[in-house]
C-alpha cells in the first residue's frame, strides 16, 4: 500500500502447495488474476495430499484458488513500466509445476521452494526430485549476479553466494544418499547411516522437513533409478 494504491492485478502462484496458494482467494475476489504453471492448475484440480503427513484432504480447492492464466516454459507480464519474467525450470524440482519469477528493473529473483534457508522438500509425489532441485538452482544462479536479491520459498532473503553454497548442500547430500542407494541399503538403513552429518548443523533447521530431507532425496532416486 505503500508503493501503490492501484489493486494488485497479477498473483503469480509459484507452485501448488497450500502455504503458497491459499491466500489466492482474497485477491481474486478484489479482481486479481491468478497466474501460474500449466501443471500447478492440473495439481489444484486434483485431491491435496499433505507433503509431511501424507493426508489426503477430500475438500476441493475453492475456485478461486485455481489460476485462470497459464504457460507452459515461459511468459512475461507487464504492469505500469514494471515486467516480471516468469519460468518453469523445464524438469520437476520442487513439484512438477513451479515457477521463477525475474524482476529485472530491481534485479529480484523469486525462487519459490527451488530455494530455501535450510534443506528442502522434495515433492516426490508431486512429481518433485534432487536431480530437478538441482537444475532449478542452477537456472536461479544462471539467472542471477551479485547484486541480485534472491527471494527463497521459506527463510530470509538470500543472494548468489549464498545461492551457491545451498547447490553443494544438495550436491552433497544427494551423493552421499546415492552411494546408499547403490550399495542396496534399505530408506531405514540410509538414515541410520546418517548421510546427511556433514550438513546438518547448517542446513537441518526446525522444519519438519530437514528430518524428512535424507527420505525424500532416497525416495527420489529410488523412483528414477
Known amino acids: 500500500a505503500t508503493k501503490s494504491k492501484a489493486p494488485i492485478k497479477f498473483l503469480v502462484n509459484t507452485h501448488h502447495h497450500g502455504d503458497h496458494v491459499a491466500g489466492d482467494p482474497f485477491f481474486a475476489n478484489e479482481g486479481a488474476i491468478v497466474v501460474g504453471q500449466e501443471n500447478e492448475r492440473k495439481r489444484l484440480l486434483l485431491p491435496q495430499k499433505n507433503s509431511a503427513t501424507g493426508e489426503i484432504d477430500p475438500n476441493p480447492v475453492p475456485a478461486n484458488e485455481i489460476p485462470t492464466l497459464t504457460y507452459a516454459s515461459k511468459m512475461t507480464l ?3 513500466g514494471q515486467t516480471a519474467e516468469l519460468s518453469y525450470p523445464g524438469k520437476p524440482a520442487h513439484t512438477d509445476g513451479d515457477t521463477i519469477i525475474f524482476f529485472p528493473d530491481a534485479n529480484v529473483l523469486v525462487a519459490g521452494d527451488i530455494y530455501q534457508a535450510h534443506y528442502p522438500n522434495v515433492d516426490v509425489d508431486s512429481g518433485g526430485g534432487i536431480a530437478g532441485m538441482i537444475a532449478g538452482t542452477d537456472l536461479l544462479l544462471s539467472m542471477a549476479n551479485d547484486q541480485t536479491k534472491i527471494v527463497p520459498g521459506h527463510g530470509p532473503l538470500g543472494d548468489k553466494a549464498h ?11 544427494r551423493d552421499h544418499i546415492k552411494a546408499e542407494v547403490d550399495a542396496g541399503k534399505t530408506e531405514d538403513q540410509m538414515v541410520a547411516d546418517n548421510p546427511t552429518k556433514e550438513t546438518d548443523a547448517e542446513w537441518k533447521g526446525t522444519s519438519v522437513f530437514g528430518a524428512l530431507f535424507p527420505r525424500l532425496v532416497y525416495r527420489s532416486l529410488k523412483k528414477n533409478q
Open 163 to 173: 545461492l551457491l553454497k545451498y547447490r553443494a548442500m544438495l550436491v552433497s547430500v
Open 78 to 80: 507487464r504492469v505500469n
